[in-house]
């Protein structure tokens, strides 16, 4: 681009995981750059700092000027006053994420929504649910979140946290939860919960096949324990069946409650097809035979928050007065 050159109207999506932070940069409704860095231990404003560097790489890179940010985080947020309420598996605790972010990128708009709910807009605008209007999407990762779009609206909540799923209980007085609770979906069937699993058969069990993948019991991870269940790790394999069996029983429990005529699986333990099909077999095998919801895996795999946030960002540009956004995915 020649020197004094107007640079293209744009803005910024960012996706704030457990472990990775993704962020795109958007110039006329396409994705223009990319950049990815780990979320780590930092501290929420050195976290801050951090998304905010790679974002100014970004727009330098892409010749964008930069007019909106639309960030999606797993948590309570308060959208209004832009603040993270909690996290469960990030620094943030009432921390104003959008001022942090705001005013260092030259006090453009930014936009907090839960990162759940941009994945189920991101789904729903992608064709995952074909021509059915009632959508459930659930993100399992280094925590588990949901985003519901119903009758073609994006369900927030009274109180902005609708989709907790993560921290309905499924076993009363169980494991130690990252929300402080015991016996929350997301401290059996998530990523970290399933490494947690994993590290304390290891320190159990010093002779397994987990064993034989990973440097003792502080360097397990999910994958590792899905990579021995596929191996033939019995353990392993009762950890994500006993995962898999907990995921079943929270939708049987939406089917209840709101009864979605899709339910959406992403996120990255989808990523693993050992993962992914048997939990699929689990959802045929228990829930099968019956009516229910269509229980399929993301159309947009990675990058379900993204394309959702995405679209947020361009009802952002070209309404800039109302939260359309998240009321028509």
Do not use: W
């Not at 059996?188 to 010093?206: C, D, P, V």
């Not at 995921?247 to 339910?263: C, G, K, N, S, T």
């Not at 946030?309 to 952002?316: D, E, K, N, R, T």
């Amino acid at each position: 681009m020649a020197r004094g050159a107007p640079r293209a109207r744009g803005g910024l999506v960012v996706d704030i995981g457990g472990t990775k932070v993704a962020a795109a940069l958007v110039r006329e409704g396409e994705i223009a750059a990319r950049a990815r860095l780990d979320t780590g231990d930092r501290p929420a404003e050195v976290l801050a700092s951090d998304i905010v560097s790679a974002a100014r790489q970004l727009v330098q890179r892409a010749a964008v000027s930069l007019e909106a940010v639309v960030v999606a985080v797993p948590g309570t947020i308060d959208r209004k006053a832009g603040v993270v309420v909690n996290a469960a598996n990030l620094p943030f605790c009432n921390f104003p994420l959008s001022a942090a972010l705001s005013h260092r990128l030259g006090d453009v708009r930014v936009i907090l929504e839960d990162d759940a709910n941009c994945g189920a807009v991101g789904e729903a605008s992608a064709g995952s649910a074909g021509k059915l209007r009632d959508l459930v999407y659930i993100t399992l990762s280094t925590g588990i979140g949901m985003g519901a779009v119903m009758g073609g609206q994006l369900v927030v909540g009274a109180h902005g946290s609708a989709g907790e799923l993560g921290h309905v209980t499924v076993a009363p007085g169980g494991r130690l939860c990252g929300c402080g609770r015991r016996g929350c979906l997301e401290a059996y069937a998530s990523g970290r919960a399933i490494a947690s699993l994993g590290s304390e058969l290891l320190t159990a069990k010093s002779g397994s096949l987990l064993a034989a993948s990973v440097a003792g019991a502080a360097k397990v991870t999910a994958q590792a324990v899905i990579g021995a269940a596929e191996r033939g790790d019995g353990d392993c394999l009762q950890i994500i069946d006993n995962a898999h069996s907990r995921i079943v029983d929270a939708v049987r429990m939406l089917q209840f409650v709101i009864d979605p005529e899709v339910v959406v699986l992403g996120g990255g333990l989808m990523a693993s097809p050992f993962f992914n099909d048997r939990l699929l077999g689990a959802f045929r095998s228990q829930l099968g035979g019956g009516p229910g919801p269509l229980v399929r895996p993301s159309v947009c795999g990675d990058d379900s928050v993204i394309v959702g946030a995405m679209h947020i960002l361009s009802v952002a540009l070209g309404n800039r007065d109302g939260d359309e956004a998240r009321e028509r995915p």
